[in-house]
């Protein structure tokens, strides 16, 4: 059977992005030039724990925007179902606490094992107190932060003690 010649019009492209250097390639028509100029790339969308990293770094834990964002991160982890609260955020819960009822009041401190019929401004501060005490290990810890390990030189007598001690354990 004769071998049917292939131009290199017809052969498949496999390269899968790596480019042959003996295939030359047309130079762009002047639309295409202007097609892939108006392309322009598009920014990296970063998502909602890196912008709250980055608040973090930046110190603006105390803005809104941070309240909101970690508000939105407490509803996707499911906060809202675990903390008898509602929330981990304190400035997240004095804003509940300013828009609830004294029945809303009642209720949470019967959800977290307070005596409900305490009169209003007394049952918010102690409601305040519980929510601070429940949360002490939580509170800006929704996320927790890398840690450096500790670097030992073995050079140094202290820390060369310590490799010799960790090397027998």
């Given at each position: 059977m004769p071998k049917k010649k292939i131009?290199?019009?017809?052969?498949?492209?496999?390269?899968?992005?790596?480019?042959?250097?003996?295939?030359?390639?047309e130079d762009p028509t002047k639309a295409e030039k202007q097609e892939?100029?108006?392309?322009?790339?598009?920014?990296?969308?970063?998502?909602l724990i890196h912008e709250i990293n980055e608040m973090k770094a930046n110190n603006e834990t105390k803005t809104p925007e941070f309240s909101k964002k970690m508000g939105d991160l407490e509803k996707i982890l499911g906060v809202d179902q675990i903390n008898p609260f509602g929330t981990n955020e304190l400035d997240v819960f004095e804003e509940k606490l300013k828009a609830m009822t004294e029945?809303?009041?009642?209720?949470?401190?019967?959800?977290?094992?307070?005596?409900?019929?305490?009169?209003?401004?007394?049952?918010k501060n102690m409601l305040r107190a519980e929510f601070k005490s429940y949360n002490r290990?939580?509170?800006?810890?929704?996320?927790?932060?890398?840690?450096?390990?500790?670097?030992l030189d073995p050079n140094n007598p202290d820390h060369a003690e310590t490799i010799k001690i960790l090397g027998e354990i």
């Open positions: 131009s290199k019009k017809n052969k498949m492209d496999v390269s899968y992005g790596v480019e042959d250097a003996s295939i030359k390639k892939a100029s108006a392309k322009a790339p598009e920014p990296v969308k970063k998502n029945s809303d009041l009642q209720d949470i401190a019967y959800k977290v094992g307070m005596n409900p019929y305490v009169p209003g401004p007394q049952l290990n939580n509170m800006r810890n929704a996320m927790p932060t890398k840690t450096e390990a500790i670097k």
